[in-house]
Antibody, heavy 118, light 107 residues
Framework: QVQLEQSGAEVKKPGASVTVSCKAS????????MHWVRQAPGQGLEWMGI????????TYAQKFQGRLTVTRDTSTSTVYMELSSLKSEDTAIYYC???????????WGQGTLVTVSS | DIQMTQSPSSLSASVGDRVTITCRAS??????LGWYQQKPGKAPKRLIY???SLQSGVPSRFSGSGSGTEFTLTISSLQPEDFATYFC?????????FGQGTRLEIK
């Protein structure tokens, strides 16, 4: 079955960068786009960006322009989300979620907690 | 950006009750809306896609309706496992945006 397996929790200091991975299995990796979404503690969900695994083309939410980089490795069916210049407000659970031909999003990865603290 | 206004923000109900949750879009999104269930510490699970299509494996007590700017999720007869948070997601245009969520609690 389709599965998205994310990397483990991270603790980072303000100003640092973090990279979260999302390994896909159970389907043809290059066929479906992948989204990144985050959820701060006790808050709602926030869309960050999307990547087309076939060519690597990305679209980012304006809020994250300049700080967010999403890449992919087709040889390992893995998508990476790097967020730089971290602030305490970036403390959140980060999810990858598969797009289905313009239909977001199913399934989701299990989530990765990123804590930003000095 | 399209704003999604979800109501109510919380809801107390009993097993067997019928409940309805609403999402309103700030502009038309055709049928580009999904409904999700999220339990504490778990990833969201999609229940409804394309506004009214039932996700495979989801019980038929869940249903969705609407198009354009107003959408509803209905649970026809609440079961104990349905007490969770529900949210809507619009994907008609970027950025994808979400409703604020509805916390469904046991009365």
């Amino acid at each position: 079955q389709v599965q998205l397996e994310q990397s483990g929790a991270e603790v980072k200091k303000p100003g640092a960068s973090v990279t979260v991975s999302c390994k896909a299995s159970g389907y043809s990796f290059s066929t479906y786009y992948m989204h990144w979404v985050r959820q701060a503690p006790g808050q709602g969900l926030e869309w960050m960006g999307i990547i087309d695994p076939r060519g690597g083309r990305t679209t980012y939410a304006q809020k994250f322009q300049g700080r967010l980089t999403v890449t992919r490795d087709t040889s390992t069916s893995t998508v990476y989300m790097e967020l730089s210049s971290l602030k305490s407000e970036d403390t959140a659970i980060y999810y990858c979620a598969r797009d289905r031909g313009g239909d977001c999003c199913d399934p989701w990865g299990q989530g990765t907690l990123v804590t930003v603290s000095s | 950006d399209i704003q999604m206004t979800q109501s109510p923000s919380s809801l107390s109900a009993s097993v067997g009750d019928r409940v309805t949750i609403t999402c309103r879009a700030s502009q038309g999104i055709r049928d580009g809306l999904g409904w999700y269930q999220q339990k504490p510490g778990k990833a969201p699970k999609r229940l409804i896609y394309a506004a009214s299509s039932l996700q495979s494996g989801v019980p038929s007590r869940f249903s969705g309706s609407g198009s354009g700017t107003e959408f509803t999720l209905t649970i026809s007869s609440l079961q104990p496992e349905d007490f969770a948070t529900y949210f809507c997601l619009q994907h008609n245009s970027y950025p994808i945006t979400f409703g604020q969520g509805t916390r469904l609690e046991i009365k």
